[in-house]
């Protein structure tokens, strides 16, 4: 999909640094959700924001992780402190406003910690 | 919350033959049912929806039934090609989640 960027494409990080994800959404999409998916299972929903606004972060754990969607600017998924356990595929999904929920996604950033 | 179930978690049919992907949903809010197509290396291509309103819709050679009384929808796939041969999720969202809940995907091969 053509809409949905995410960069960088593949990110290495030594255990104990910081990994910055970025998403830009479909032009005018105002609702996007971070997903995680662990080698050969599903992907697991981390946190759904809108413009400045966390709206569920259920999904993410409690500590390390932290999300934005700012009003200018793509989405950031920031992880604090990585460790290996954090390797795995980040997906970032938008979906226009209103009821439809139709959800399209990017290319995903591969994160692998040494 | 919501939890989805997906099966069979791996699928092998003759090209040409027919796929049928089934999926359970938990919360009777849902009301949105999406698949979506992943080949490696890639991110979730959307192929087919469908809402709680209607039973079945089609797209050429793909269809996804829904049973909302039995809380079930499947994915079938008629005439089916290599290129078919990906991974495929199933989806629910709706009620209090506007985010959607995974199966935990089927790997389907379309033998030549």
Known sequence: ?114 | GENVEQHPSTLSVQEGDSAVIKCTYSDSASNYFPWYKQELGKGPQLIIDIRSNVGEKKDQRIAVTLNKTAKHFSLHITETQPEDSAVYFCAASGGSARQLTFGSGTQLTVLP
């Open chain 1, 1 to 114: 999909n053509a809409g949905v960027m995410q960069n960088p494409r593949h990110l290495v990080r030594r255990r104990g640094q910081e990994a910055r994800l970025r998403c830009s959404p479909v032009k005018g999409h105002s609702h996007v959700y971070w997903y995680r998916q662990l080698p050969e299972e599903g992907l697991k929903f981390m946190v759904y924001l809108q413009k400045e606004n966390i709206i569920d972060e259920s999904g993410m754990p409690k500590e390390r992780f932290s999300a934005e969607f700012p009003k200018e600017g793509p989405s950031i998924l920031r992880i604090q402190q990585v460790v290996r356990g954090d390797s795995a595929a980040y997906f970032c999904a938008s979906s226009p406003e209103g009821g439809d929920t139709e959800a399209f996604f990017g290319q995903g950033t591969r994160l692998t910690v040494v």
